[in-house]
């Protein structure tokens, strides 16, 4: 069977799973809608968790984009695995402790004031808009690829996916789902990766055959027989070098630069609205804890093979096209050039194909040949010459990742309107079911709100991405930090932490991004951070600010100080008075 | 509740706090001191094909991390039944 007919069998199956799910899972209260009645298993809350968390980019984009970075690549590996461990130990158990069921309405409640609520609902919904943009994308661009549709068919059939499993079955409907799409985009990742791995180096697990020794098939796949019995990593380095490159195991970026990045992606991670309402389901303190570590461990399985795929497909991709002629390149090359994810430019009229430094399309340049970083995952399995189905299978993961994190997103909007906005601040008295309603709306117009974006790509995308990790770190990571481990935070500290953080942060971004992009480069960024890593900065502004205003102005409400003792203990313990 | 009970309660918030920080250091030391400050330094060094330092930045950091977790789980779970507020 074609390619083409394998990926249409298996999204179709895995479609068919997910709306069998939606309608078996159905909420029936505003408690289901919003945190699946608290009745989740930990390692479902995992499972979940992770396919919350990848994304489109995660599957499709980051190997590619670590083969382009080489070490530097790992701030990504490093920041997007790390805030899972301050999530198990500084957030989710206390989290669950409260109970409630939005980000926002803890921090209203924590720092009793409806407009830190109305500041905290702003700040997820602009951060999930932020991120959701690029899902919708995703779903279209993986169906133009793999199915033939126009991408604008395939954000729609995305849209009327995610629309009707999460209208209907909101947090509980969402989960179960997102279960069924780990389980459908692990298996689509790392079964190539598995197979490659085994074809270079005879080693199953790719983590480890990296850093192994080439076999003589693989030395045969890379028409190079002196490769046999090198390190995977030392020919990748000796490639690199005949090219111009560095080294691919060395760095390029300064130090600085990447500890800022890492901190920041990682606080960012852990401030997340949409990662953290997923420790509201579990049932317990002591789930919410191991639901982070199963969440980290089903994560760290894609994070950990993604640099293996990067550095088996760069020495794969290179060895397969520099230097042949053009009339000889393998099929693959000729099937994705139409996609525009590579092209060949032949500027010195030889006839054959030379990868150097530089843009392909530069005349001033050596570089013959254009390489998009998705290529790297999505024609993997074809250049590693795999069967059919497992190339069918990169398709139905892709969707996967992408319409798992849309809906996650996509329930934090719909929780912010209804639970925060309307229920909270406009209309208190509404009943349940008219406050299911409006959520069932919310998320309903989001969808088509988040379809749009999907359709009309808007150009700022890429360029907002940081914002939306610089914004969770500078904001939520920590107001939420202070509001469980120091009773003494109050009101008027949040309020100016929260606001000379996300102004911070806010600027910064926006000078280097859209007022002078020309300038957005290591000698006029401050202290070398560039606009990924400035989130490390507006959250240590944001502590110190919350720390002075809270030590000269009144201490929260004894109540409050209760609360927030009472979030430190499981079971139903009355909280305990505090001691003076 | 008693004088007594808060103080159990103050003592158990204290040394869950500790074990916080002791896994946050190791969180620090393999990723952000292993893995970028002194990460060319270690480079020098190879285990198998892999340069040590970039062995840390590219998968050591993330498995130290699933290992950290599963500590604190497990200590913490030690914790809830040591000072008996475990939840059923």
Redesign the interface.
């Known amino acids: 069977m074609s390619i083409l007919t394998w990926t249409w069998i298996l999204t179709g199956i895995s479609f068919a799973l997910y709306i069998y799910i939606a309608i078996a899972a159905r909420a029936k209260t505003t408690g289901d809608f919003y945190a699946a009645e608290q009745s989740v298993p930990p390692i479902m809350n995992g499972m979940a968790t992770g396919a919350d968390w990848m994304s489109a980019a995660s599957f499709i984009s980051m190997a590619g984009l670590i083969s382009f970075l080489g070490r530097d690549g790992s701030f990504y590996l490093m920041g997007w695995t790390g805030g899972y461990v301050l999530l198990a130990m500084l957030f989710g158990p206390y989290l669950r402790k409260y109970g409630k069921f939005t980000i926002p309405q803890f921090m209203g409640d924590r720092y009793y004031s409806d407009g830190i609520r109305v500041l905290s609902l702003m700040c997820a919904i602009f951060v999930s808009f932020t991120y959701v943009a690029g899902q919708m994308r995703g779903v279209g661009v993986v169906f133009s690829r793999f199915m033939d549709v126009s991408i604008n068919t395939g954000v729609i059939v995305g849209m009327a996916l995610v629309f009707f499993y999460a209208t209907l079955g909101g947090m509980k409907g969402i989960t179960y789902t997102q279960v069924a799409q780990y389980c459908v985009l692990i298996c689509a990742y790392l079964i190539p990766a598995i197979f490659i791995s085994m074809q270079f180096t005879g080693n199953p697990f790719p983590q480890l055959g990296m850093g192994s020794t080439i076999t003589a098939e693989g030395a045969a796949l890379l028409n190079d027989p002196s490769a046999q019995g090198k390190y995977m990593l030392d020919v990748l380095n000796g490639i690199q070098k005949d090219l111009g490159f560095s080294a691919y195991t060395e760095g390029q970026r300064p130090r600085i630069d990447v500890f800022f990045i890492t901190m920041s992606l990682m606080i960012g991670t852990a401030g997340l609205p949409h990662i953290l309402i997923r420790f509201f389901t579990v049932p317990k303190m002591r789930d919410a804890r191991s639901s982070a570590g199963y969440a980290l461990l089903f994560i760290a399985l894609l994070y950990t093979t993604a640099p293996a795929i990067s550095v088996f497909a760069r020495t794969n991709f290179i060895k397969s096209i520099h230097n042949v002629e053009y009339t000889a390149a393998p099929s693959w090359f000729k099937n994705w050039e139409k996609t525009g994810l590579v092209g060949w430019k032949d500027k010195n009229g030889d006839g054959v194909m030379q990868i150097a430094k530089g843009k392909w399309d530069d005349p001033k340049t050596a570089n013959e040949v254009k390489i998009d970083q998705d290529i790297m995952v999505l024609a993997n399995p074809e250049i590693a010459k795999l069967p059919n189905w497992v190339v069918g299978l990169i398709g139905a993961g892709g969707l996967a990742a992408a319409l798992s994190t849309a809906a996650g997103l996509l329930l934090v909007i719909s929780a912010a309107v209804s639970h925060d906005l309307m229920k909270a601040i406009v209309k208190p008295n509404m009943s349940d079911k008219e406050e299911l309603w409006w959520a069932r709306g919310g998320a309903g117009v989001a969808v088509c709100i988040a379809g749009l974006f999907g359709i009309y790509p808007p150009g700022f995308v890429a360029q907002v991405v940081a914002f939306a990790f610089g914004l969770a770190a500078a904001s939520f990571f920590p107001c939420i930090l202070m509001g469980i481990f120091s009773k003494k935070t109050n009101k008027e500290g949040a309020m100016v932490g929260m606001a000379v953080g996300i102004i911070f942060v806010a600027s910064y971004i926006s000078y280097f991004k859209f007022v002078a992009p020309e300038l957005n480069n290591k000698d006029h960024w401050w202290f070398g951070i560039s606009p990924e890593g400035i989130g490390t900065v507006g959250a240590a502004l944001n502590f110190i600010c919350m720390y002075v205003v809270s030590k000269f102005t009144p201490e929260p409400p004894q109540e409050i100080q209760d609360l927030v003792g009472s979030l430190r203990y499981p079971g139903k313990l009355t909280p305990p008075p505090s001691v003076h | 509740?008693s004088v007594h009970?808060?103080k159990e309660?103050?003592a158990?918030?204290k040394e869950?706090l500790v074990i916080?920080a002791v896994?946050?250091a190791i969180?620090f030391f393999v990723?952000?001191f292993c893995?970028?400050?002194i990460?060319?330094q270690l480079?020098a060094y190879t285990?198998?094909?892999?340069?040590v330092?970039?062995?840390f930045?590219?998968?050591g950091?993330?498995?130290t991390?699933?290992i950290?977790?599963?500590t604190?789980?497990t200590m913490?779970?030690r914790l809830?039944k040591k000072y008996d507020?475990?939840?059923?």
């Open positions: 509740m009970a808060t309660l103050e158990y918030w869950n916080i896994h946050l969180w990723s952000f893995g970028i400050m990460v060319d480079d285990i198998g094909g892999f340069p330092g970039f062995w930045a590219n998968q950091s993330m498995v991390f699933v950290l977790i599963t604190y789980v913490m779970n809830d507020v475990h939840e059923g």
